[in-house]
C-alpha cells in the first residue's frame, strides 16, 4: 500500500476548494440515505426488486423531493476530516509509473454493461468517496493527480468498471513541465521560483490589480528580492497560477494556454460568441484529457467498430475528445449538458472533426428518465459507455475563505448520475 497523509491546515487553497465542494455531496448524500426505504438502502446492491420497482422509485416523489429540497446547510464543522489520499497520487497506474495492481476483482453488481466512469475532486471530506462507492456498486475510486501526465496538477477521484491492463497513453505526449508547456516564460522564470507543474486550474483568474502590486513589491530589489517578498510572490503565484511573462512581471494564464493544459485541440472554447470568462469556467470544470484518455484506452480494442456514449455532464467535451483522440470511433453520442455555451462548443468541436456518427444533445440530466432512456436504447441497441462527472461547485478565487457562494444543488446532482446508470443496466438487462 503506498503510503497515505491527510490534507492538514498545509492544504493548498485549491485543495481546500475542492475539499468544501466535495462536503457539500457527502451531506447530501447521508440525507438521501436516510430517507430511503429500508430494502432500498445500497449495501452493496443499490435497490432490491424488480426492474419496474426501480423506474417507479425513480419516479417517485419521495425521489423528486430530495432533488427539488436542494443543498440548505453548508457550513462545514471545523474539525471535519478529510479523505486520505495516496501519495503518489497514479491511482491503478500511470505512463511514468509502473502499475502497482495489474489485476482486480470487481463486484458481480458492478460488471457491464455498460462500463460506466465517474469522476469528482478527490479531496473531500472523509465518508464522501465511501458513498459515492457504494451508490456505484462498491468500486474503489482510483485516485489520480494529472501532474503525471502534464504541466498542471488536477486531483480527482475515478470510480470505473474498466479493464485496467493495457492501458496506453495519448500520443504524442503533452508537454511534462511548465517550462515545456510555455516556452516563453523561461527567460524570466527567477531562480527562487522552483515551480515545475502548476496548480489545479481554476474556473476564474486574479485580478490586474494583483499582477500590478507583484510587480511593484519586486521593483526595488534588482532581481534579489528578500525572502519576505519572495515568499508573499510565490504565494500568489501558487494560488493563482501565475507565470512569469516579464522583468517583475507575471500574469495570469491565457485561455488558449489552458486549453492546451488540458489536451484540448487548439481554439476549442474559441470563437462562436464565447466570452473569455465564459472559456475559463467551462476549462476550469473539464476534464484533464490525457489522464481520462489513458483510463479509457483500453476500449479501443474492445470496440473496433466503435461505441455508443451516453455522456453526462458533458461540459466541453473531455470525454468525447478523449475517445477521439484514442480513434475510437464514436457511433451514437447522447451529450446531456444543461450550459447551452458547453453544447455549442461541443456541437462545433463534432462538426470540425467530421464525426460520422450522430450527436444527440439534450439539456437536464434531470430530465432524462426510464422511457426516454428505453426510447434511445431501443434506437441503437444500447450504451457502451456512461460517462461523466457531476458538477462541483468552485468558489471564486476571491470568495474562497466564505462559503455563501456554494450551491448546493448542484451538487446532489451525482445522484442523478447514479439514477441514470441504474437505470441504462436495468433496461439492458444486466441488472433484475
Ligand atoms: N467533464 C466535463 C465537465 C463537467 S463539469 C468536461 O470535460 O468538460 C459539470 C458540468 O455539468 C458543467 O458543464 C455544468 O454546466 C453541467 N451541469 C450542471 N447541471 C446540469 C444538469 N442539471 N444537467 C446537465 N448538465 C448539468
Known amino acids: 500500500m503506498p503510503p497515505l497523509h491527510t490534507a492538514g491546515p498545509e492544504a493548498s487553497i485549491e485543495e481546500l476548494t475542492d475539499f468544501i465542494c466535495a462536503a ?147 500520443l504524442p505526449l503533452p508537454p511534462q513541465t511548465i517550462h515545456e508547456a510555455l516556452p516563453l516564460t523561461r527567460k524570466w522564470w527567477p531562480s527562487w521560483d522552483q515551480r515545475t507543474h502548476l496548480n489545479c486550474l481554476q474556473t476564474c483568474i486574479c485580478s490586474a490589480k494583483l499582477t500590478e502590486r507583484i510587480r511593484k513589491s519586486l521593483e526595488p530589489w534588482d532581481g534579489e528580492p528578500p525572502m519576505h517578498v519572495q515568499n508573499y510572490v510565490l504565494h500568489e503565484c501558487r494560488k493563482w497560477n501565475l507565470v512569469w511573462v516579464g522583468r517583475n512581471k507575471v500574469a495570469p494564464l491565457e485561455a488558449d494556454e489552458v486549453e492546451m493544459l488540458l489536451g484540448f485541440p487548439r481554439n476549442h472554447t474559441r470563437g462562436g460568441g464565447i466570452s473569455r470568462t465564459d472559456r475559463y469556467k467551462s476549462l476550469g470544470n473539464s476534464f484533464q484529457v490525457d489522464t481520462v484518455a489513458y483510463h479509457l484506452s483500453v476500449l479501443k480494442d474492445i470496440f473496433p467498430g466503435g ?88 468558489l471564486a478565487g476571491s470568495n474562497r475563505h466564505s462559503r455563501d457562494g456554494l450551491e448546493g444543488k448542484e451538487s446532489s446532482l451525482f445522484f442523478d448520475y447514479f439514477r441514470i446508470l441504474d437505470l441504462v443496466k436495468c433496461i439492458m438487462g444486466s441488472k433484475q
Open 24 to 170: 457539500q455531496v457527502s451531506k447530501e448524500a447521508d440525507a438521501y440515505l436516510q430517507e430511503l426505504p429500508c430494502e432500498a438502502k445500497p449495501k452493496p446492491n443499490i435497490f432490491s426488486g424488480n426492474g419496474k420497482h426501480k423506474r417507479k422509485f425513480y419516479e417517485h416523489e419521495l425521489w423528486r423531493k430530495k432533488k427539488q429540497k436542494g443543498y440548505q446547510n453548508t457550513a462545514l464543522d471545523e474539525d471535519t476530516e478529510m479523505i486520505r489520499l495516496p501519495i503518489p497520487m497514479i491511482g491503478f497506474g500511470v505512463p511514468t509509473e509502473p502499475c502497482p495492481l495489474i489485476h482486480r476483482t470487481l463486484p458481480e453488481a458492478a460488471i457491464g454493461p455498460p462500463y460506466f466512469y465517474y469522476e469528482n475532486v478527490a479531496l473531500a471530506p472523509k465518508g464522501v468517496w465511501d458513498t459515492i462507492k457504494r451508490f456505484l456498486y462498491d468500486v474503489d475510486p482510483e485516485f489520480v493527480d494529472s501532474k503525471f501526465f502534464c504541466a498542471t496538477a488536477r486531483k480527482r477521484g475515478y470510480i470505473h468498471n474498466l479493464p485496467i491492463k493495457n492501458r496506453f497513453p495519448l
Open 307 to 394: 461505441i455508443n456514449v451516453l455522456s453526462l455532464f458533458s461540459g466541453i467535451g473531455g470525454a468525447e475528445v478523449a475517445l477521439h483522440r484514442l480513434g475510437v470511433p464514436l457511433k451514437t453520442v447522447v451529450s446531456v449538458e444543461i450550459s447551452e455555451v458547453n453544447r455549442n462548443i461541443v456541437r462545433s468541436w463534432w462538426e470540425q472533426t467530421n464525426q460520422k456518427g450522430t450527436l444527440i444533445d439534450m439539456t437536464d440530466v434531470q430530465e432524462l428518465n426510464g422511457d426516454r432512456l428505453e426510447q434511445l436504447i431501443g434506437t441503437f441497441g444500447g450504451f457502451d459507455l456512461v460517462i461523466g462527472g457531476s458538477p462541483c461547485n468552485n
